[in-house]
């Protein structure tokens, strides 16, 4: 009789644990999904779809304040130790990534239908093959996540690498044609910033590779986190 409670115990914040699993899975696959209908509606000229990023954004926002209040919930009531601290820890930094992802989605929808009032610039057909490589490393960390699996995550960090790389070359061609016609600097220039903030969403994915891998084995990377962008320029509006 006297086990019944106990059990009880482990039950319930078992559920809970699982619960903010869940809330993160939630929020990490609209979170693709926005940076998916950036993309889109860049490549597309889509003024629609690209408000609709920008109004869906709220959601996620949301659902970052629900995983801190579960997960500071969590601490407080059942002050978990080991592994499951880890969960909860990694739960509120991955929420906070994914938020950032957003955000960085719904910046590039922005800069969309600032684009979508200009002539078309020819490096727009490259960003997407860009946003689409962030999206796959989006997608896969956040696979890692929910199967805790550190093998995922730590091949995703890797390919961090490449959206600098695509980066770098970029931000040169887009200074060619700015220099080359002084009508290419206002496109161009949101075309940087778009860029910019993929190179961004790239880091926070890095970031919840670094979490995963943690929270799945209870040690770090150990290799030097890969860093290819060497544009030195602070862009992220």
Known sequence: MTTMPA???????DSELKHLVQEIAQMGGLAEAELAQAIDALARRDSEAAASVIESDRRIDSMEQEVSTLALRILALRQ???SDLREVVAAIKISSDIERIGDYSKNIAKRALQLNQLAPLRPVSSIPRMGRLAQQIVKDVLDAYVEKDASLALAAWRRDEEIDDL????????LTYMMEDPRNIGPSTHLLFIAKNIERIGDHATNIAETVHFLALGRSIEETRP???????ALDG
């Open 80 to 82: 978990p130790m080991a």
């Open 227 to 233: 860093k290819g962008d060497t544009t030195n320029v």
């Open 167 to 174: 980066y770098t070359s970029l931000f040169r061609e887009l």
């Open 7 to 13: 059990d009880h115990t482990v039950k319930s914040f």
